[in-house]
């Protein structure tokens, strides 16, 4: 464990209780490799990318229950070219059993390809309850948005988490991945302060290469300034090397408190491959432990 922490192994382990995990159409041979060591019953989200069709997409959400897993399709808002679009990815979700828990986003089109705008969009049409969906993970930003700016991120989760009260949808919180515990920490707090009391997964990138981790952080925006790289065991003068986010969990684990921060678990983004993060996890609840 982390010399310098003062967390206990049993609160730098539990914290990866009821972990999720984040792939994308194309790796369903990586979460077949990975099978074995992900815990039966454990949510996988399922991107909704823009060069991924329909039945990518249905396969992989089935090649997630097929596993053991809960399949989280995500339902991007802006990339849905019609109310029919909406529907037929329903309807094939319900159809295979894997349409209960989605995760709905706004997503990257500048412009709508359709009639919505933003995930509260997908939430107020009525079309995921009549489609059997019971639970909806929103998005949340702790170091914001590089197209959107704070005040209205603040005001868009206050209205998806009293639209998904008034839908009688139950629903979480999944933010983006960063490498600074600080900023996270202090966002849960806001977000109770405005309101909102659903469960919370910080994003946390799973192991990977630290050219690649830096590529991501600098496409979503994420802050990778020297002294929060170094926290997080980054270093830029090696871009060959390989970062897990090992100080990330244990710092997380000192600070977290759950009578302020409410429900917190974790959400991997499996950047290095869903075996090297599932490894790593396995990893680092026995070294903890030691």
Known sequence: ?????????????????DFSLEMTGKDVPGLEEAASLIPQGTRVNVTFLG???????LDAA??????????????????????????????????DGTGADVCTIGGD???PEGPYGDSLSLIESGLLQEHGVRHVSISGYPEGHPAIADKVLWAALRDKNAALAAQRLEGGVITQFGFDVAPVLAWIEQARDHGVTLPIRIGVPGPAGVRRLMTYAARFGVSTSASITKKYG???T??????????????????????????VKLHFYTFGGLKATSE??????EEALA
């Open 1 to 17: 464990m982390n010399p310098l922490s003062t967390a206990s192994p049993a609160m730098s382990t539990s914290l990866l209780d």
């Open 51 to 57: 060069n991924e069709n329909l039945r990518m997409r």
């Open 62 to 95: 089935r090649a997630v229950k097929r596993l053991g897993f809960v399949p989280v399709p995500h339902i991007s808002a802006r990339r849905l070219g019609s109310r029919a679009d909406f529907e037929q990815f329903l309807a094939g979700l319900r159809a």
């Open 109 to 111: 089109p500048a412009r």
């Open 234 to 236: 980054l270093s830029i």
């Open 238 to 263: 090696n871009l060959m090397g390989t970062a897990g986010p090992d100080r990330f969990l244990h710092a997380l684990a000192d600070g977290y408190a759950p009578a302020r921060h409410g429900e």
């Open 280 to 285: 790593w996890i396995a990893r680092f609840r």
